[in-house]
Structure formats: C-alpha cells, structure tokens
C-alpha cells in the first residue's frame, strides 16, 4: 500500500494558487525529500498530508483523508512541524509525561534513553534549553512514537552543522527501518542527500522531478568537459550549462553515459546541483 | 512491527494499559488539564496569593485591629456582623477566581498559535474537541471547584483561629459557634459558585474562548470592545439600553433581574431560589450560546494557523 497518495491535489489561498495539481505516490519505508524554493508550496503540501489544513482533490496517507480523519491518523502519523514549536514553559520531564499520557504508541524508556545521551537535564525548562538542545528533545519525543509516517518540515533550520549532523545520524540509525516513512524538507539538501532514497522537487504548487535516488543515478549525469570537447557535448542537448574553476560543466537527462564518458569526466550530479539545473531553469512567471 | 491494528503487541513497556486505554478519551483530557495547570500557574497560584493576604489580615485584625469588637461576643450581636469575615474571604477567592479566568479564557487559544505551540499540540492524536473542552473545564468547572475548596479551608481556619481568641480571651466559645454557620455557608457558597459560576457565566467564558480561538492580534480587545461598542451605539443611535441591560443581566448574575427570596441567614446575597433559577429562559439561551461558542472554537481551532 502506498504511505502517500496524491491526485491532482490542489490548494489556494484567494488568488494565489500554492498546489496546482500534484499527483505523488509514496511507498511505505521511503525516505523522500521534498525540495523547492521558497514558497514553492512545500510546507502546504505537508499540511494538507497532515490534515492541517483543507484541500481539493484527492488525497490519502495511510489510506485517510487526512482532512476528514485527522484524529485518526494522528496515531500513525507524527511531525516535527519546524524547530521551536515545542512550548517554551514545558519541563523536559513534563513534556514526556504528557507525549506518554495522550500517545497510545509513546515508549517512554525510549525517549528517555535518547535523552540521556544528551546534556538535556529531565528539569529543565524548554526556553533553557539551546536552539539545538529543543531539536534533540524533539526528535526524542518523536523517536520514542512508534509511528508509521514522520514527517518533517525544516527540522534542522537554524542548528549548527554538528546538531544537524546528529540529527540525521539519530534518525536514520535509532528510528528508520523498512515499515517507517519518512518525508523531509530542507534547503540543506547536501545534507540529506545520502539519507534519502527518493527526491521530489516541487516548484510554484507543481511537482518538477519525482525520482528514485536509483533512477536518479540512471538518468541524469554530469559532464567535465575542455573547450575542444564542448561544442559535441552541447549537441547532445544538456538539461544545463555552467562554468566551474574555467571549465565548463553539463547536465544531461537520459544521455547514455558511454557517450558522455567519450567527451570528458561523467558522473552524477549532487542533488543540489540537479535542483539549480532543473528548477533554477524553469523559466520564471510573473508570479511567485 | 508497525500494522494498521492500534494495540502494540511487541512493545516492551506498558503495552496493557496502552491497549486498555486507547480507546478512551478521558486519559487525553486528563492530560490536557495538566498541561493547562504546567502552563498557567497563575490559575492557583493567584487565589493562594489572595488567601495567604486574607489570612494575614484576619490573624491581624483577630488579635488586635478593628475586627477586635465583634470578637467581643455580646448575645444581643447580630451574627451577620460576626460572620462578615467569612463572607469577604469567600467574594475576594470568588473575585479572583473570575479574574483569573477571564484572562485564562481570552489567552488560551490565543497563545498556542502565537508562540507556535499549537503545532506541536496537533502533531499529537489528541483532537481539537477535547483541546477546547479541556480549556473550557478549567473556567467553567476547576477554578469555581478550587475557589470552593480554598474558602472552605480558609473559612474553617479564621473559625478555629476565632476560637483560640475568644477561649484565650474568656468568652463563650459555644456563643461564637452558634453564631458562625459553617456548613451553611460551604452549601450557600457550592450552590452559587454552581448556579453563577459554572452555568449562568458559562456563555461568558465560551464567548471569551471563541474570540481567544478567532482574533489574529489583540484578542482582549476584541472580547471586550464589540459588546461596550454595540451597547454604546444602541444608545445613541436608538436611545434603548437593551444591550448594556443584556450585558449587566449576565455580569450581574441571575439575582440582578430575579427578586432574591431571602434566606436570613449570612450568604443569602448568594442564593437564588432552585425553582426560579433554573425556570429562568436566560440560563438556557446561555447555555446554548456557550455550547455554540465552544463548537465554534473547536472548527476554529481546526483551521487556524500559527500567527
């Protein structure tokens, strides 16, 4: 069963039209990557998953209409809406209390144990805890949830690159396993790139690029080129075209990699890389 | 590891309780007073803060200040005048359990989606419908309950204090008691800490809720400043005073347009009788405008966002 399911999904705020009709599927136990500019429509779409807000077209996580049956789905599904949600007032030791008392699905030990690889101390007050700190305690109230969606919206925005670090490390290797899905945005993409299994890009309320970090490999390549080699790498039609330390770099999608390796230094683009070539190119409307 | 079926059979800690509680709403509310009380310490803290200061004063004034003539206890004294203490204690942790839960109410939906927490509390399988109730229950039921508990207390203390300053003193500590009605008061103060506080200022707490869940910025303003400026430009414009009666009818308490059948005893100014109470229309329109009010707050809260 597909974890995700979109079909001409679509919202707008008056005029402004954030979800112009995203079709998306997500399997059960991905890790996907949901990337685009600002105001692309990411953290909508996340909304509407999440039943947090209402939409046209048709939607399912988990087999729900997130909107309909929020409360339902809110047992299988948790998310870390954006770093500093979390009530400054709260002690550490209360938050797990309550996490533990409304949660049917909450292991207490396990946060607990999480937490105690931490410097958090159980007393402390949320707003004395660093930046950082709240991330951490975060991700172990989470963690300890035995949901089968987690869902993340910046979860790492204004951390340091050591938290950032221990975070992805935490959640790949204490939390992921094959029944768990996990959808991510960033615009730390570098960071996420070898922790995700599948990438979406989305641009203006429309899915760009939809791909497995396999088909990804397959599909698009980079190419090192000298200025003899470049006028038969350009008829090969590259996606795009830039300069790099006075070489010139192409992307190319669905080029025989034989044919590129003929001409200069193939190999596959970072996924930052892919984003500007792919979104930066589209050209811009009017409106954002 | 992860089926669809909400009962966790391979968790190690507390997998039973966890089955057995699932399907109860209670455990979530439970929690959601709690954190209610984490959260605004002020709710208890305030009437103790009061009750620590009437005590003071009254321990004050029974040994040496201006209360020092009634304690004198003469058998042709009125009991009203003895018991008077006992009345203040009761309107002052009354009075400040209103305040306290006026600004509770006008702050409490409010506040989540200011400082963003609200996200946090919807990432949670607790459903909107019991966050509401749960900040409704504590205007509506806990702080009238406390204030309850905390007069009785407090009220029993100045009787024992009484006591040990009229024995000390010589007197007849059997006149002192048959003037002071305990137990009478306690019922008078349950019943109308009941009547009034829980249901006739029930659409008061749920009209502040409602504009608590509503209002993008100033929501004091908003909860207080329509009704005064309808009722002025009714005033103006129509020359009636319908509003502003309306308003004082609700503030005033039932009492204020139903003759008050007069109990002689100390807390009559309390009591209305059942009968008229209870016939009255403006308790049930209240009442239904208090439940639309939450209802209203709970879809509200469903579609807001952070601000």
Redesign the interface.
Request: glycine fraction near 2%.
């Given at each position: 069963m597909a974890c995700i399911e979109a079909h001409g999904l679509r919202k707008s705020f008056g005029k402004n039209l954030a979800l112009d009709g995203i079709d998306l599927r997500v399997d059960d136990g991905r890790i996907v990557g949901l990337i685009g500019p600002n105001g692309a429509g990411k953290t909508t779409a996340l909304n509407a998953m999440l039943g947090l807000t209402p939409f046209q077209g048709d939607l399912r996580v988990l087999g729900r209409n997130p909107w309909n049956e929020r409360d339902l789905l809110m047992r299988d599904v948790c998310f870390i809406a954006d770093v500093a949600v979390l009530p400054r007032w709260i002690r550490v030791c209360n938050a797990i209390d309550y996490v533990a008392g409304v949660h049917p699905r909450f292991d207490r030990s396990k946060a607990e144990r999480f937490l105690s690889k931490t410097s958090i101390r159980p007393a402390s007050k949320v707003r004395e805890l660093s930046k950082g700190m709240v991330a951490q305690l975060h991700l172990a109230l989470v963690m300890a949830i035995d949901a089968r969606l987690l869902v993340l919206d910046e979860p790492t925005l204004g951390l340091d690159i050591l938290y950032r670090k221990q975070f992805y490390d935490s959640l790949l290797n204490d939390y992921f396993d094959r029944n768990r899905t996990i959808v991510v945005t960033t615009h730390q993409v570098e960071e996420v790139q070898d922790v995700l299994t599948d990438i979406v890009f989305i641009d203006r309320g429309r899915i760009v690029l939809s791909a497995s970090m396999e088909e990804v490999e397959s599909r698009f390549a980079e190419l090192m080129v000298s200025p003899s080699n470049l006028e038969p790498a350009r008829a090969l039609k590259p996606v795009q075209e830039r300069q790099a330390l006075g070489r010139t770099i192409l992307l190319f999608d669905r080029v025989d990699r034989a044919r590129l390796s003929a001409l200069g230094d193939a190999r596959t683009p970072s996924i930052a890389d892919l984003f500007v070539a792919i979104v930066g190119n589209r050209p811009q409307g009017s409106v954002q | 590891?992860?089926t669809?079926s909400?009962t966790?059979p391979d968790?190690?800690?507390?997998s039973h309780d966890?089955?057995a509680?699932?399907a109860t709403p209670t455990?979530?509310f439970?929690?959601?007073l709690?954190?209610e009380l984490?959260?605004n310490r002020s709710l208890y803290i305030a009437p103790l803060a009061v009750v620590a200061l009437l005590l003071f004063g009254f321990v004050l004034s029974a040994t040496v200040g201006i209360w020092q003539r009634p304690l004198h206890i003469d058998p042709t004294q009125t009991p009203e005048k003895l018991a008077d203490p006992y009345g203040f204690a009761a309107l002052f942790v009354m009075g400040v359990a209103f305040i306290v839960g006026i600004f509770y109410s006008i702050d409490c939906l409010y506040g989540?989606r200011r400082?963003?927490?609200?996200?946090?509390w919807?990432?949670?399988?607790?459903?909107d419908l019991i966050t509401v109730l749960s900040k409704a229950a504590i205007p509506m039921v806990l702080l009238p309950l406390f204030s309850y508990l905390l007069t009785v207390a407090v009220q029993c203390f100045m009787l024992l204090y009484s006591t040990l300053v009229v024995a000390a003193s010589g007197q007849s500590v059997a006149m002192l008691w048959s003037k002071v009605h305990l137990f009478r008061m306690s019922s008078d103060l349950l019943y109308h800490l009941i009547t009034v506080h829980m249901l006739w200022y029930a659409p008061i707490y749920g009209w502040l809720l409602l504009v608590s869940a509503w209002a993008r910025r100033a929501p004091f303003l908003w909860a207080f400043l329509p009704p005064l400026g309808i009722g002025v430009f009714e005033r103006f414009t129509f020359h009636t005073t319908h509003v502003s009666a309306l308003l004082h009818y609700r503030l005033g308490g039932p009492e204020s347009a139903a003759p008050v059948k007069g109990h002689e005893a100390m807390g009559s100014a309390f009591s209305i009788d059942p009968g008229v109470f209870f016939s009255a229309p403006g308790l049930w329109v209240g009442l239904v405008f208090a439940a639309l009010c939450l209802a209203a707050a709970v879809r509200l809260r469903?579609?807001r966002?952070?601000i």
């Open positions: - | 590891m992860n669809t909400n966790m968790s190690p800690a507390g966890v089955a509680t699932t455990r979530p439970f929690w959601s709690q954190r984490w959260e989540e400082d963003r927490s609200i996200l946090f919807k990432s949670l399988p607790v459903s469903r579609y966002e952070p």
